[in-house]
């Protein structure tokens, strides 16, 4: 059973960085043709796609994001992490990793394993 546990800051000052990790057990984030993404929900919003990193070592990010955004990883821990720079309180959110999708950014029943979700507000 693959789980996925996301760790960070609650809080953040606006134009500061995030930084949070997703720790992976129950699996290996380097297992071939796998996504291991980032996403939010902001309050009474819909799901909103950040971006992946896959197996490989490739990223994606949200063309809306990608300005602030980046994800990386460290094997050896089996973790992968997100930053997003210069935080306004629009970044307010829940924010989940999880795995996928297989196919298509933001089918979102193609992400099979999700973290717990941690909520991160941003103000002064």
């Known amino acids: 059973q693959v789980q996925l546990q996301e760790s960070g800051p609650g809080l953040v000052e606006p134009s500061q960085t995030l930084s949070l990790n997703c720790t992976v057990s129950?699996?290996?984030?380097?297992?071939?043709?796998?996504?291991w993404s980032w996403i939010r929900r902001p309050p009474e919003k819909g799901l909103e796609s950040i971006g992946y990193?896959?197996?490989?070592?490739?990223?994606y990010i949200n063309p809306a994001l990608e300005s602030r955004a980046s994800i990386s990883r460290d094997t050896s821990k089996n973790q992968f992490t997100l930053q997003l720079s210069s935080v306004t309180p629009e970044d307010t959110a829940v924010y989940y990793c999880?795995?996928?999708?297989?196919?298509?950014?933001?089918?979102?029943?193609?992400?099979?394993?999700w973290g717990q979700g941690i909520r991160v507000t941003v103000s002064s």
């Open positions: 129950g699996g290996s984030i380097a297992t071939a043709y796998t996504y």
């Open positions: 990193i896959n197996s490989g070592g490739h990223t």
């Open positions: 999880a795995r996928g999708p297989k196919t298509r950014i933001g089918q979102w029943d193609e992400y099979d394993y």
